[in-house]
């Protein structure tokens, strides 16, 4: 799946750090995201979607096999 969470973030000038606290996850977990080696559960794509209120689709593509 692919993601537009780093340009989100960029947009509203929080640090992975930041973001990870206020979604309640860690650093790595944002950072992995970003990278595309973790695909976050719907809950946790929920409350990014919140955060940046926006649709899930404004961050996430998925493009299947």
């Known amino acids: 799946m692919e993601n537009s969470l780093k340009v989100w973030r960029a947009k509203r000038d929080i640090t992975q750090e930041e973001l990870a606290s206020s979604v ?22 929920f409350r990014l979607a919140g955060f940046f209120e926006c649709t899930i689709e404004d961050i996430f593509l998925y493009k299947g096999k």
């Open 24 to 45: 309640g996850v860690t650093r790595q977990t944002i950072n992995a995201i970003e990278r595309g080696k973790y695909d976050p559960s719907l809950e946790l794509a």
